[in-house]
């Protein structure tokens, strides 16, 4: 009975534009794919890159159409194909899924690129400087006053960390946390004397395309505490679409969290040796 059932639709021929649908998701999947490729490997500037990856979405959107135009035929005619029309939406909804939460970020944060725990005197760039001169990179010098009000205005928790341990203390904690990260260190520069001021400047990448966004860290005495404060810009492009303050805010929380565990540690007493009695005297 099967095969009586089947036997005329296996005769049936494949619908074309099935086949266009699954042959523009999977083209659309390789152009992805690529444009990542060579960001991450450095290949390519990031702005030809991403040229390569919106045209990857592009044809995803195109293999959408073709698939829904594919399966109004198939209706009509009976033709075969909709397992190809099934496996090009389901490429291209896991294609089309996070660009498309971008976005609706893009409408729905500001279009600022610079964040900074210190808007009036923000870390300065000043190893990494050298990395922000090429055309249609970002400078070193903080974006200025709208960015600040932006920021006040939606991240209005990124503030100084005020920590209660010693700014050597802060420094090899804040250290410490950038390596966990993976953070490829530029200059490291511990509290010395007389200002006791550390710096720490490294490159964080964006955790799919790979966009370099540079961070800056600056550790200040403030009696026997310290105050961190942190920068986070990307070297390219005007709208980081909240990358930035992501990770200052993941910074702080870890910065906080690690601070209070070294100072809740005991103080280790180094044992301490009696004073030996007097020799005594024998009177003759």
Request: net charge positive.
């Amino acid at each position: 009975m099967a095969r009586r059932f089947s036997a005329p639709y296996q005769s049936e021929p494949v619908s074309s534009l099935a086949s266009w649908a699954r042959n523009l998701a999977v083209f659309a999947v390789l152009a992805v794919v690529v444009s990542i490729i060579v960001v991450r490997f450095d290949f390519l500037e990031p702005k030809p890159a991403l040229a390569t990856f919106i045209g990857g979405l592009a044809i995803a959107g195109l293999s959408i159409l073709f698939g829904l135009a594919g399966f109004a035929a198939i209706w009509q005619n009976g033709s075969r194909g909709m397992a190809r029309i099934l496996l090009a939406f389901l490429i291209d909804g896991a294609i089309l899924a996070y660009p498309a939460y971008l976005a609706f970020q893009y409408r729905k944060l500001p279009s600022i690129y610079d964040i900074t725990t210190d808007p009036i005197d923000p870390p300065r760039f000043d190893a990494l400087a050298r990395l922000r001169t090429g055309e249609g990179t970002n400078t070193a010098v903080y974006a200025g006053l709208y960015s600040a009000e932006q920021q006040r205005h939606f991240y209005p928790e990124i503030e100084p960390v005020e920590l209660e341990i010693s700014a050597d203390r802060a420094y090899a904690i804040a250290l410490q946390l950038v390596h966990k990260r993976k953070w490829i260190v530029i200059d490291e520069r511990a509290p010395q004397p007389p200002r006791r001021i550390g710096r720490i400047e490294a490159v964080a990448r964006t955790p799919i395309m790979g966009f370099r966004e540079d961070v800056s860290i600056r550790v200040v005495p403030d009696g026997d505490d310290s105050r961190v404060d942190i920068r986070s810009a990307s070297r390219n492009f005007d709208s980081d679409l909240g990358s930035n303050a992501a990770r200052v805010k993941t910074f702080i929380d870890d910065l906080n969290t690690a601070a209070d565990a070294d100072a809740l540690k005991p103080v280790k007493k180094t044992p301490v040796t009696p004073p030996k009695p007097p020799a005594k005297t024998v009177k003759k």
